[in-house]
């Protein structure tokens, strides 16, 4: 069975430009997490989807971030315009929904460098 | 304020011998807990859980310890081998069913051989 896939996997851009990343989850899995990751901390949640529905996106700074979740299935975070401090990896995650595995599972993530 | 804490951001230890990995949390209402396993340029991979119902769970050569009057929790590799070299990530989360977990900073295990 197919992993959590991201891309791309490296994206370097200037500052004051837009920057998309994409994710598609394993498949049959109705929750999607979309996390912030600096170097030397843990993932921190920017947003969850049940579904198509975000139903917890009170860490996404939402004047230059914005995600969309289609058809509950792929996911697309932007950033708009980057600054530097955006500078670190983003990780998709998913899991079967609620009631189920409370297990996540990881994509390996877009290291994004902001210059 | 971290919820989440992982004093240690570094461990080294022989092949062979103990690794004990240690996290701890302020937030009492806590009641699940996780450890993800991280090597370089891949995704965190889940290794391991508890609930709050229990102190002690046990899976192969990975045990976790759980202390919920010292909000307190620990990761046992017995006997450490040089593939488990990586970053140890402990996660805790106050939802039903476990779907917001708040992450520590992780600890990076070095195996010697």
């Known amino acids: 069975e197919?992993?959590?896939?991201?891309?791309?996997?490296?994206?370097?851009?200037?500052?004051?430009?837009?920057?998309?990343?994409?994710?598609?989850?394993?498949?049959?899995?109705?929750?999607l997490y979309w996390y912030l990751q600096n170097l030397g901390q843990g993932p921190e949640l920017l947003i969850r989807y049940e579904n198509e529905e975000a139903v917890d996106?009170?860490?996404?700074?939402?004047?230059?971030?914005?995600?969309?979740?289609?058809?509950?299935?792929?996911?697309?975070l932007k950033i708009q315009p980057a600054e530097l401090g955006d500078s670190a990896v983003y990780l998709c995650a998913s899991s079967p929904g609620q009631g189920?595995?409370?297990?996540?599972?990881?994509?390996?993530?877009?290291?994004l460098t902001v210059t | 304020d971290q919820q989440v804490k992982q004093n240690?951001?570094?461990?080294?230890v022989q092949?062979?011998?103990?690794?004990?990995?240690?996290c701890d949390y302020t937030n009492s209402m806590f009641d699940y807990f996780l450890w993800y396993k991280k090597?370089?340029?891949?995704?965190?991979?889940?290794?391991?859980?508890?609930s709050s119902i229990k102190d002690k769970?046990?899976?192969g050569r990975f045990t976790v310890f759980l202390n919920k009057s010292a909000k307190h929790l620990s990761l046992h590799i017995?006997?450490?081998?040089?593939?488990?070299?990586?970053?140890?990530?402990?996660?805790?989360?106050?939802?039903?069913?476990?779907q917001n977990f708040v992450f520590g900073p992780g600890t990076r295990l070095s195996v010697l051989p």
């Open chain 1, 57 to 76: 996106d009170s860490q996404l700074p939402k004047d230059r971030f914005s995600a969309e979740r289609l058809k509950g299935v792929d996911s697309t």
């Open chain 2, 8 to 12: 240690s951001p570094s461990l080294s």
């Open chain 2, 57 to 59: 769970n046990e899976d």
């Open chain 1, 100 to 111: 189920a595995s409370y297990e996540q599972y990881f994509g390996p993530g877009t290291r």
């Open chain 2, 78 to 98: 017995v006997p450490s081998q040089p593939g488990d070299s990586a970053v140890y990530f402990c996660a805790a989360s106050v939802d039903n069913y476990g």
């Open chain 2, 39 to 50: 090597y370089p340029a891949e995704g965190p991979t889940f290794l391991i859980s508890i």
């Open chain 2, 15 to 22: 092949e062979g011998r103990i690794s004990i990995l240690n």
């Open chain 1, 2 to 31: 197919a992993g959590v896939v991201q891309s791309p996997r490296y994206k370097i851009i200037e500052k004051k430009q837009p920057v998309a990343f994409w994710c598609n989850p394993i498949s049959g899995h109705n929750t």
